[in-house]
């Protein structure tokens, strides 16, 4: 159990350091972009992965392409929307994209829909809706915060989705996260390396230097929640039901007391209305 609630506390880390990145003048794109030399390294020395096995026709590059753009695209999102919206709302928002995920797997991959799940998915999305709640204003800050949110929301469901497409297609996992993160790598590189020639941004090594602990913290919660269902095969919904809920809560606690975010009462509601969508979702029986 350990090993789940240092990956609950690695993806809060994670959240911590973006939200304080503005304060310390650190270049947000050019952190997220060390962060994948970091991930990339780490996953290359400590998984040691299969890369032989990345061979066509049956590799799917396509989702790993796709991928490739969206983790850095996603990552830049969830900076501001824990800059805008705050770390309790935006992990909340994170977590509760498995709910997307389930009404995937229940229209694409065919799986049941039983009572348990349906009544979770229900659960969840009221929670949505009271997490994103706020007095009501017109003001372009706020369209803002909710759009940030939902993409944030929306983003993690297709990660999961083009993993799951990747899974199925018979790719090892780490051969897979460790070719998306090299390539996201390459990418976000050859768009500093533009923008450094165009004049839009400086190279520095303050941003590399907490680029490189983002990867760090990143991989820490993979790797934690990998070796958290190797710790325990026979209670998956257990792992899944303690990160979940953990995520939620440490965030919930370092929002509110770390950084003092306000929260209000629908607000309230919904983190209760969260943990409860995930324990359900967790308990209920497995195809």
């Not at 009462?265 to 967790?282: E, F, T």
Request: one cysteine or more; proline letters at 5%; charged letters at 10%.
């Amino acid at each position: 159990m350990s090993y789940v609630l240092t990956a609950a506390l690695f993806s809060v880390l994670v959240s911590v350091l973006l939200k304080l990145m503005p304060r310390h003048r650190i270049d947000v794109a050019q952190a997220v972009t060390w962060n994948y030399l970091a991930a990339g390294g780490l996953c290359l020395g400590l998984l040691d992965p299969p890369l032989a096995r990345l061979q066509p026709p049956h590799t799917p590059w396509f989702a790993l392409l796709a991928l490739a753009v969206i983790l850095p695209s996603l990552f830049l999102v969830l900076a501001m929307a824990v800059r805008q919206a705050g770390i309790v709302r935006t992990d909340i928002a994170q977590r509760l994209s498995l709910l997307l995920s389930l009404i995937v797997a229940f229209t694409v991959f065919s799986e049941p829909a039983g009572a348990m799940k349906l009544l979770g998915l229900g659960l969840g999305l009221v929670a949505i809706v009271a997490i994103l709640a706020r007095p009501t204003t017109n003001t372009t800050a706020t369209r803002y915060t909710l759009v940030c949110l939902l993409t944030v929301w929306l983003g993690f469901a297709v990660v999961d989705v083009a993993l799951k497409f990747i899974a199925r297609a018979g790719t090892p996992f780490a051969a897979s996260l460790t070719v998306s993160f090299a390539l996201a790598f390459v990418g976000m590189l050859a768009l500093q390396v533009w923008w450094q020639v165009r004049g839009r941004t400086r190279l520095s090594v303050r941003n590399l230097v907490a680029g490189l602990l983002l990867g760090t913290l990143n991989f820490g919660n993979i790797i934690c929640y990998v070796r958290a269902h190797q710790a325990l095969p026979d209670n998956p919904a257990v792992v899944f039901a303690t990160m979940n809920i953990g995520v939620v809560v440490l965030g919930t606690l370092t929002g509110v007391i770390v950084f003092s975010e306000p929260t209000s009462r629908w607000n309230r509601v919904g983190i209760v209305l969260a943990i409860a969508a995930i324990a359900v979702i967790a308990m209920a029986p497995r195809a």
